[in-house]
C-alpha cells in the first residue's frame, strides 16, 4: 500500500525563546549543532519510507516560506496551510483528506516535526513493523517509548504485555502526565509507553474514526475535500476549519477509539521540550556545561550556554540556561524552564512584540 | 593652615568588569545612577574644604584625558601621572612633594577617587574635626568606619576608647582583613573600626614618616621634587617612580608610626568593592532586584541586573549578578563576585584583549 506521511510543523515553540520566535519557531531551527533544522531532520528521516511528493506538511501561511525554503522538493500542493490553529484532531483530518483525494487510500505516518531521534535505522524498522500492523486491519497504531526513567511531562500509553500480536501490543488507554509517584510506579509496571505522538494508520482508518468520534468535524473535512482542486478550495478550508473545535487527536480519537495498537520502540527519542533538552542532545564538557559561541566560564557548572558574538562571562553558575541571540538573552534556572512562556506573557503586556 | 587634597584615581577596577575596562576604570563610571562618575562626586564632595586649585589628583598617563575630561577645573600641574603603579606610599609621597614644592606646608587630605559617601555634610564635619587634630601636631590621622557588620573584606583599626582626644583616639595597630570569628569579635569589642584608607596629616609630617621608614623612596620623591617645574622634571618622575618598591602606605608607613591618631565616622561610607555594593547602593525593588535597562525578570529575587539595549529575560534566578555591555555580558553568582578577576585573567590568556 501507498506509503504517505503528514508532518505536523505549526507550532509556536514557545519554550524554546529567544532562539524560536513566532516567525521563526523550533521545528525551523536546528538545535543540534549539525547545521540541519529540525523540520529537514524530520523529512530526511523517513526518506526510505516516503517518497517525497508523498509527504505533507501541515504548517501555516506564516510558516509556508520557511518550508518552501528548508524542504525544498515538498510539492506545493502537499504544503497544508491550517487557516487558523486548531490543535491536532483537524490538523490530521485536513492531511487525511488530501492525501485520501489524491490516493483512495493509503498508508499515512503522523509525525510532529519538533522532535529528535537518534537511531534513525531503528525508527525506520519500528515504522516499517508498524505499516504492516495497519495495513493488515483497520487498527490505529501508535509508537510508544519504552521509558527508562520516570518522567511526568509526558502522556503515557497503557498496553496489555500479555496480548502481543508479532511487535504490536493492544492499547488499553491513554493518561495525561503523571505525577512523579505514579510516574514511578508506571515504570515499574512495565505496561506504560511514553504517548510519542507518531501514529501510523489507514487514511480510510482514521477518517473512520473520525467519523465515529466527531462527526461535526468529519462533515466538515468532507466539505473541504469537495472543494480540492476547485475554486472554492481556499474559501472552503477557512469557512470549515474556523469553525472546527478545537481538540487533540489523543482526546478526540485515540481515548475513545478500540481499535488501538501500539509498538514500543528505542530509537532514541526526545520531544526536545524545552531548553533542558540541549544538555541530553548534545555533549556536555567535563563540567556538565554545553557551552557554545563567545564564551568564558568560570566556576560554572551544569548549564547551557548558547553564545553569539557577545562575549558571555559566566561565573560561579548552577543549572543555569543562557542564550543569547541578537536582540535578545535569556538566563533562566534549570528549574524554571516552564515559566519561559510567562516572559512572553509579560511581553505581549508590555507591547513588546518585536521580541516575541 | 592650607587644606589640600590628593585624589587617588590610579585603580583598574577589575571588579566592575565589564562595566569597568582597561580604559574606563571604576573610578570614572557612575555607579550610583545619578549620572556623576565616582571621581566627580569625591571632588564634588570635598569642595567646601578645599579650593579646586588644591585638589591633586594621582593617576597614569592612560587616565589624564578622563580626569580633564570629568573634573574640568583641577589645573593641569595638579594631574600627577605616575610612570609605573607602586601601590599607595610613592602615590602619597608624589603628591606630598607636589603640594611641599608650591606651598611649603599644608594640611593634605588623601582620598580614594571610587569610594562612596551617603551623608557629605557628617563626612565633612569628620575631615573639619580630623584637620584640627592633624594641624596641633604632628599626627597622622586616618578615618575610621564604626562597624555595623562582621565585614571579613576590609582592614580594621584598633584604637584606644579610654584615651580619647576630643574625637580622635590614639591608633594601637592596623589589622589585615579578618576572618569571620575575628571580626565578629572585633565587632563586639567596640575597640575596632574599618580602615577606609582615607588620611589627613600635614605634608610635614607625612614626609617626616615616609624619611623614616622609607628613606631610600624618600630620597627619590627628594629628588622628583627638585625636578619639578624644571625640563628634568618628567625624566626624574620617571627615573625615580620606577626605582621605587611597591609598597603600600598601611604596610610602609601606618603600621609602624607611633603618632597615629584616628577619627570614627558614620556617614555611611562604601568601599563598592564589588558588584554586591550595588544592592546597598540602589534602591532594590519588592523583589529584592536593582533592575535597570532593558529587562524583563519572572520569579526572581536578589539579584542585580543592569541591561543595556539588548532585553534581558531573568527567570527563576536567586542572587545574581548581571551586567550587560555593547561587546560583553557578565553572569555571575553573588556568591563567586570575587572570580570575575579569573574572567580577565582567562581573557589574557585567550589574547582577547579588546574585553580588558
Request: hydrophobic share 40%; glycine share 8%; proline share 4%.
Amino acid at each position: 500500500m501507498k506509503k504517505t506521511a503528514l508532518i505536523m510543523a505549526g507550532g509556536h515553540g514557545e519554550r524554546f525563546w529567544p532562539k524560536s520566535r513566532v516567525d521563526m519557531p523550533k521545528q525551523f531551527l536546528s538545535l543540534t549543532g549539525d547545521g540541519k533544522t529540525m523540520i529537514q531532520l524530520t523529512v530526511e528521516r523517513i526518506r526510505s519510507l516516503v517518497a517525497l511528493e508523498d509527504i505533507y506538511i501541515a504548517t501555516n501561511e506564516n510558516y509556508r516560506e520557511l518550508v518552501r525554503q528548508q524542504v525544498p522538493g515538498i510539492p506545493e500542493e502537499n504544503i497544508l496551510c491550517e487557516p487558523v490553529g486548531r490543535n491536532t484532531a483537524p490538523c490530521i483530518g485536513l492531511g487525511a483528506v488530501h492525501i485520501a483525494k489524491k490516493y483512495g487510500d493509503a498508508l499515512m505516518f503522523v509525525l510532529p516535526s519538533d522532535h529528535l531521534i537518534k537511531y534513525t535505522s531503528i525508527f525506520c524498522q519500528t515504522l516499517a513493523d508498524a505499516c504492516e500492523v495497519a495495513e493488515q486491519g483497520d487498527s490505529l497504531v501508535t509508537l510508544g517509548i519504552t521509558p527508562d526513567a520516570p518522567e511526568t511531562g509526558y502522556g503515557y500509553i497503557k498496553f496489555n504485555p500479555e496480548q502481543a500480536e508479532g511487535r504490536a501490543y493492544p492499547v488499553e488507554r491513554f493518561v495525561e502526565k503523571p505525577d512523579l509517584e505514579t510516574a514511578k510506579n508506571y515504570l515499574a509496571s512495565q505496561e506504560y509507553l511514553w504517548n510519542s505522538g507518531m501514529f501510523i494508520w489507514k487514511v480510510s482508518a482514521i477518517l473512520d474514526s473520525l467519523r465515529r468520534f466527531l462527526p461535526d468535524m468529519y462533515a466538515g473535512l468532507q466539505r473541504i475535500a469537495q472543494a480540492i482542486g476547485t475554486p472554492e478550495q481556499q474559501a472552503a478550508l477557512d469557512r470549515e476549519f474556523r469553525a472546527f473545535k478545537s481538540v487533540s487527536i489523543d482526546y478526540g480519537v485515540m481515548e475513545k477509539a478500540d481499535n488501538i495498537r501500539c509498538l514500543a520502540g528505542n530509537f532514541g527519542w526526545d520531544d526536545v521540550g524545552s531548553w533542558l533538552a540541549v544538555s541530553r542532545i548534545r555533549k556536555t564538557n567535563e563540567y556538565g556545561n554545553v557551552v557554545s559561541g563567545n564564551v568564558v566560564t568560570v566556576g560554572t557548572r551544569n548549564s547551557i550556554i548558547q553564545g553569539g558574538e557577545k562575549l558571555i562571562a559566566a561565573v560561579g553558575l548552577r543549572d543555569i540556561v543562557i542564550v543569547d541571540t541578537e536582540d535578545a538573552i535569556l538566563i533562566c534556572d534549570k528549574d524554571s524552564a516552564g515559566d519561559i512562556k510567562k516572559v512572553l506573557e509579560n511581553l505581549r503586556i508590555c507591547n513588546k512584540y518585536q521580541y516575541l
